[in-house]
């Protein structure tokens, strides 16, 4: 026989598996998820074992904590029960082959969240058998919601026979309705219904609003997919894919919402993803209680001992350029300085420590030691031998990337929206702002980095940097390329000079500084030049639709005033009054033609007809009346989507319809306007303040041009000015009333006429 000592020599040596964790992962207060992503023999014996392990210390192994429960759900779920709430832990997946060697995958590390304490109280109202069952359903629908969630509230439930399914109003202390309908009595109807009393509702909450939700409907109510990161980063796991979005109505979610006795299929694969889905969207933002703010959680991964540095997410505030530094004082900046210069000054360096206990952050300063510290109207660093609830910050993850990161909010943790947040303000400040959950809000949201994700972050906005470089060059050159006369002179030619320069010293620069400056000249050298020109060809204009925000409309309404519903590359308003609209700065003098495809259809079909437009294009004080839905009507059908007839004739029934009608061309619109004022700001949009019953504007394609330091006369005059006639005098005056000696094509003045040289 083989001694002991050789066996277990043969054995290390033997083939382990090769095992892949996936590092997506989930987990509640004493529950755990995980996924292997593959496992192969690796050349050994065959796999007889898989599942996780799982320790509160770095990289266990198979004789701490295991589990093989399972999930089937797009492949394999394997959990973990029974652990303890707010704990760190680390865990990782494990396959055992018939040798009894084993092999790893790569380590999770994680926190459980605080347990939830989801309760609830029964009038006991129906029959025997019926108060059986609202009541093992309600238990185990709390017990699934506290061992998930961090969740704390508490249900009232009241049995009512002519409640024809199951109904609950949000409220922090919500009443739910049970029906006599057995079929409801069961613990899906209970999880749908506690998640109306936890937020998703029609009013109040973000589900009813358009931050956090893709659209309002027509009634403006929260509609379309959910935006949170939190809930999409659940699903992907659960349903083991890539790009998924929680979508929804103003009351109602899917997948996972058990909306009716036909999605209660009874598995735990429901009804786990139900709760935790719940818990994500308070992670997201979504009220659970009206007096308390979105759940903390554990977002930012951090280490006790690694030094971070952290950048505001604006480019004015230093994005590429500064870092967040406390002063002796306890006074926060941001500070211009290199990475290299970062690195080697202790106070621009913060460590940063998580408490389980309360899911909240404390950063401190590595060169004073000193706690950064909401001292009741400002926040600053502040000298404590331990942190206090004033130290404690709730870090809130951005939705948006950022040169491949993301940024936080870093929010003063209180029990009601109106919380405070450290803001970026001119010239190095810093100030407790009231927190915006806007993505627009970037002067609020910090990126958290160590040294070496300075530097990734450093080399790829210089990629990125370098190409919106590339993309402007384009810009000025179709700028350039477009028929025009100097009324400055001069301009041509400096322009051309900076694209040069630019164009010559681009490929060989080397930091985001220097290439964010010629992006600057660029743009500087781009507006001066159009300060300075006329079209001379009014029928090709200088584009300027670049410098609106989201101009097409496809996905959303980023960078609009308001929500519109979006679909099929359109947005519209139904019924409801609006003034959709954007802000324009830095514009230069002259004359602009604001445009988009749209058309408002004025009651219902069998009567709009002769009803006039109330909906307006309008660029400035100037408007124009918005196509009528007949201007446009078609002879024979575009034949998609559904269309009507009115007048005889085809017209858009429904989004898709309007849609395909404006990729045609069609219901074209148009406002000219002026600009008196070089660098001054417009607003430019399409408005109805009156939306009756069954009144429908659906708009797609905005585009901005601008003809120069010409008035609007002279932009409208151009219709019907035939070729230049014979001139005996050569006498030709530009628009600002110079003589040209020998006029190229464009616009002039000729015997106190307008004329086009073409």
Known sequence: MLGIA?????????????????????????????????????????????????????????????????????????????LKPSTKYYMRAYATNSDGVT?????????????????????????????????????????????????????????????????????????????ANASYQRTGTIMHEMQHGLGLVPYTTQWNKNILRERLDGDGRGSGHWLGDRVSAFLDFWDNTTGSQLNGDYQHMWPYGINGAQEDDGTLRTYYANAMIGQALGEDGLEHISTTFADPCYVFDQEDDVKYYIKNESADRGLYTACLVATPTGVLKWQTMTIEEATQNDNAAWY??????????????????????????????????????????????????????????????????????????????????????????????????????????????????????????????????????????????????????????????????????????????ATA???????????????????????????NTDGWSEAATVSFQCAEFYEKNFNFNQKIGNLPAGTYAFCAQAFQRPGPYGS????????????????????????????SKVGVGREQTMNGKYVPDNMEAASAYFEKGLYENKVLTTVAKKGAQLQFGIRCPSMGSKYWVIFDNFRLYFYGGVSIDDVTAIKGVSSVPAATDNTYYDLQGRRVENPGRGLYILNGKKVIIR
């Not at 939830?116 to 058998?129: K, M, P, R, V």
């Not at 450290?422 to 806007?438: H, P, R, Y």
Request: glycine share 8%; aromatic share 10%.
């Open 6 to 82: 050789t066996l277990m020599m043969q054995q290390a040596m033997a083939q382990a598996p090769t095992v892949v964790t996936d590092t997506r992962f989930a987990r509640g207060a004493t529950m755990a998820f995980g996924r292997i992503k593959s496992a192969s023999a690796n050349g050994g014996p065959t796999i007889q074992k898989r599942g996780f392990c799982l320790a509160e210390t770095p990289n266990p192994t198979i004789d701490d904590m295991t589990s093989t429960k399972q999930i089937s759900n797009n492949g394999i779920i394997y959990y973990f029960e029974n």
């Open 103 to 179: 092999g790893y995958g790569d380590v999770i590390k994680f926190y459980t969240i605080p347990k939830g304490e989801i309760t609830y109280w029964y009038n006991n109202g129906g029959d025997a058998a019926a108060n059986n069952r609202v009541n093992a359903a309600a238990t185990e629908a709390c017990e699934i919601f506290n061992n998930l969630t961090c969740i704390k509230k508490h249900f009232s439930i009241g049995y009512s026979a002519g409640t024809p399914t199951a109904d609950c109003y949000y409220d922090d202390n919500p009443w739910m309705n049970m029906g």
């Open 352 to 525: 940063i420590t998580f408490t389980p206990g309360n899911q909240y952050y404390q950063l401190r300063n590595a060169a004073t030691g000193q706690y950064i510290s909401y001292t009741g109207s400002s926040i600053k660093t502040v000298e404590k031998a331990a942190p206090a609830s004033s130290e404690n910050w709730h870090l809130m993850k951005g939705r948006v990337d950022v040169d491949g990161q993301r940024g936080y909010w870093m929010i003063h943790p209180q029990f009601d929206w109106s919380v405070k947040c450290l803001q970026a303000g001119n010239d190095g400040a810093t100030s407790a702002a009231a927190f915006d959950i806007a993505n627009s809000a970037v002067t609020q949201r910090w990126l958290i980095m160590t040294a070496d994700q300075m530097n990734t972050m450093a080399n790829y906005a210089l990629i990125q940097m370098k190409q919106s470089v590339k993309d402007e060059l384009a810009l000025v050159k179709a700028l350039t390329a477009v028929p025009h006369v100097e009324r400055t002179a001069g301009v041509d030619a400096s322009l051309q000079g900076v694209v040069s320069t630019v164009e010559s010293q681009l490929p060989t620069a080397g930091d985001v500084s220097e290439v964010s400056a010629m992006l600057t000249s660029l743009e500087n050298a």
């Open 529 to 555: 030049f159009l300060n300075g020109v006329n079209a001379t060809d009014m029928s090709k204009p200088f584009d300027l639709t670049f410098m609106l925000v989201n101009p097409t409309v496809d996905s």
């Open 608 to 635: 709009s007809a002769g009803v006039s437009v109330n909906a307006v294009i309008y660029a400035g004080s100037n408007t124009a009346r918005l196509a009528h839905i007949t201007r446009d009507a078609q002879t």
